[in-house]
Nanobody, 118 residues
Framework: QVQLVDSGGGLVQAGGSLRLSCAASGRTSYTYVVGWFRQAPGKEREFVGSIRWSTLDSVKGRFTISRDNVKNTVYLQINNLKPEDTATYYC????????????????WGQGTQVTVSS
């Protein structure tokens, strides 16, 4: 099994940046995928992006996912934060699935809250 711990959330002003961390422990390997999701109150969990173990970074607009294989940590950098980015952010991992369906990820962090003020 893999254990994931999310951290790095907080209260920031619009236009600012945050880097979230997802520290993995347990049965980690070079074959798993880590995805980031977010969930705002009253809304469904939304896919932000994912990264494979073999990839060092993945950029999607204001969101950059990167990983440090030595530290077994995956990061989500969010730039130019907007109030609509306010949500609880979760990392998730799986040994085989690489996609946007949260139901197919087997391992989850506890979530870290990001609040963006206008």
């Amino acid at each position: 099994q893999v254990q994931l711990v999310d951290s790095g959330g907080g209260l920031v002003q619009a236009g600012g940046s945050l880097r979230l961390s997802c520290a993995a422990s347990g049965r980690t390997s070079y074959t798993y995928v880590v995805g980031w999701f977010r969930q705002a109150p009253g809304k469904e969990r939304e896919f932000v992006g994912s990264i494979r173990w073999s990839t060092l970074d993945s950029v999607k607009g204001r969101f950059t996912i990167s990983r440090d294989n030595v530290k077994n940590t995956v990061y989500l950098q969010i730039n130019n934060l907007k109030p609509e980015d306010t949500a609880t952010y979760y990392c998730a991992a799986d040994y085989t699935y690489d996609g946007n369906d949260p139901r197919k990820y087997n391992y989850w962090g506890q979530g870290t809250q990001v609040t963006v003020s206008s």
